[in-house]
């Protein structure tokens, strides 16, 4: 291979690097002044009363505070409905003695409450919706802990009438182990900054729903919770429906904290295949280029490409584009959660993007997904069947 040759493929690579850090450096700057500006607006006096729907499963050492928050929102008028599939969840229990703590508040406990679909927490929300007394709905995962004048910002949206869903990029707090270091900050990037910049850009709700409110009568002109309640991404397809009835579907300008603490390795990578092989679902060709977001991944491909011909500029890209992920990172972190990880973390945050590269890798492998404990097959549009369902569907395609 002639020198010429040699030089311009080094300077390809080193120009795709920069390329590719020069757009995760705009991407953290555009989604984290979102969230500035969000933060230093003052709260509207627009205050309309809301139900808040929580569907919680099993009583995780961190359920008592979340819902203890929810209770303590700086906000008027707040019905919270607590509801489990199980009449006898543990986390019933923990819900009754957090009602009992807060008697100002109006608080109902649901138990056994059941819808139809395969998504448990779709199921518990249709469930809980005929309790529900007021027109702005808040959905709640039971992980999320809210800051006290979150819903006075959210809500503020809903004073424009075309407004029919606003949602809240979820972010991950309390870590104490690897497996929690490595999924908090999957949330910090993939849905702090990533979707977030996402949706400033393309104007499309780009939704993780942990924490969404919606105006009752767009979602019941979007056909409810049943249309999505089969379907692992039915935040996303919940958001497209309502936007479809005409509706507007806003971002938040807060992030919704999630409380991870205790995960384990494999329970991050089994949640992150999950959503690869959904998203694979919903858009192949977009899935196909998530790599381009992954700026660690690129660094090494291309570095060690180039550190072939000049191990030197090898590795300067690979450490160059590993630096500067770090340094996003930690800003990321420190603007939307508070804190950056602690000193003994670090190693497992370095490779935190090269995993999800492997993982996007076998997401195109398989369509099987570990569901809250349960093989499912993901088939079109992120729909969810068992097994038993899928089989005979493949016997049918094989005989077809």
């Given at each position: 291979m002639s020198e010429a040759i040699v030089q311009a493929f080094c300077v390809f690579c080193w120009a795709a690097v920069l390329a590719a850090v020069a757009v995760h450096i705009g991407l953290t700057l555009l989604a984290l002044g979102f969230f500035f500006r969000g933060r230093r607006a003052a709260i509207g006096a627009f205050r309309p009363p809301v139900s808040i729907l929580v569907a919680m499963k099993g009583a995780g050492a961190t359920l008592a505070e979340n819902l203890t928050a929810l209770a303590r929102l700086d906000y008027p008028e707040v019905q919270l409905l607590l509801g489990a599939e199980d009449p006898n969840d543990p986390a019933l229990e923990v819900a009754r003695r957090v009602a009992a703590a807060h008697p100002q508040r109006d608080i109902q406990i649901v138990a056994g409450c059941r819808g139809r679909g395969a998504s448990p927490m779709v199921r518990t929300l249709q469930g809980l919706l005929p309790?529900?007394?007021?027109?702005?709905?808040?959905?709640?995962?039971?992980?999320?802990?809210?800051?006290?004048?979150?819903?006075?910002?959210?809500?503020?949206?809903?004073?424009?009438?075309?407004?029919?869903?606003?949602?809240?990029?979820?972010?991950?707090?309390?870590?104490?182990?690897?497996?929690?270091?490595?999924?908090?900050?999957?949330?910090?990037?993939?849905?702090?900054?990533?979707?977030?910049?996402?949706?400033?850009?393309?104007?499309?709700?780009?939704?993780?729903?942990?924490?969404?409110?919606?105006?009752?009568?767009?979602l019941e002109a979007a056909g409810g919770l049943?249309?999505?309640?089969?379907?692992?991404?039915?935040?996303?397809?919940?958001?497209?429906?309502?936007?479809?009835?005409?509706?507007?579907?806003?971002?938040?300008?807060?992030?919704?904290?999630?409380?991870?603490?205790?995960?384990?390795?494999?329970?991050?990578?089994?949640?992150?295949?999950?959503?690869?092989?959904?998203?694979?679902?919903?858009s192949p060709v977009l899935h196909f280029f998530e790599p381009l977001n992954n700026l660690p991944a690129i660094g090494l491909v291309l570095g060690l490409a180039a550190g072939v011909f000049d191990l030197g500029l090898g590795l300067a890209l690979l450490l160059g584009a590993l630096a500067t992920k770090v340094l996003m990172d930690a800003a990321a972190a420190k603007v939307l959660r508070g804190s950056f990880a602690r000193l003994r973390h670090l190693p497992i945050l370095l490779l935190k993007d090269y995993l999800l590269y492997g993982v996007w890798f076998t997401s195109f492998l398989t369509n099987r997904v570990d569901w809250r404990g349960r093989w499912r097959y993901v088939v079109g549009g992120s729909r969810l069947v068992?097994?038993?369902?899928?089989?005979?569907?493949?016997?049918?395609?094989s005989r077809a």
């Open positions: 309790y529900a007394k007021y027109d702005i709905l808040m959905k709640c995962d039971d992980v999320v802990r809210l800051p006290p004048d979150f819903l006075a910002r959210a809500v503020a949206a809903f004073a424009d009438p075309q407004v029919g869903m606003s949602y809240a990029s979820p972010v991950g707090v309390g870590e104490t182990t690897a497996g929690a270091v490595l999924e908090n900050f999957t949330l910090v990037w993939l849905c702090g900054v990533f979707s977030t910049a996402a949706r400033l850009i393309s104007g499309l709700p780009v939704v993780t729903g942990k924490c969404m409110i919606w105006r009752r009568a767009a049943r249309p999505v309640a089969n379907m692992h991404c039915d935040d996303y397809l919940l958001a497209m429906r309502i936007r479809r009835a005409g509706r507007r579907v806003v971002l938040a300008p807060q992030v919704a904290p999630c409380v991870y603490t205790d995960w384990t390795i494999h329970g991050h990578l089994s949640r992150q295949l999950r959503w690869f092989v959904c998203r694979r679902k919903l068992a097994p038993e369902v899928y089989q005979r569907w493949l016997r049918r395609r």
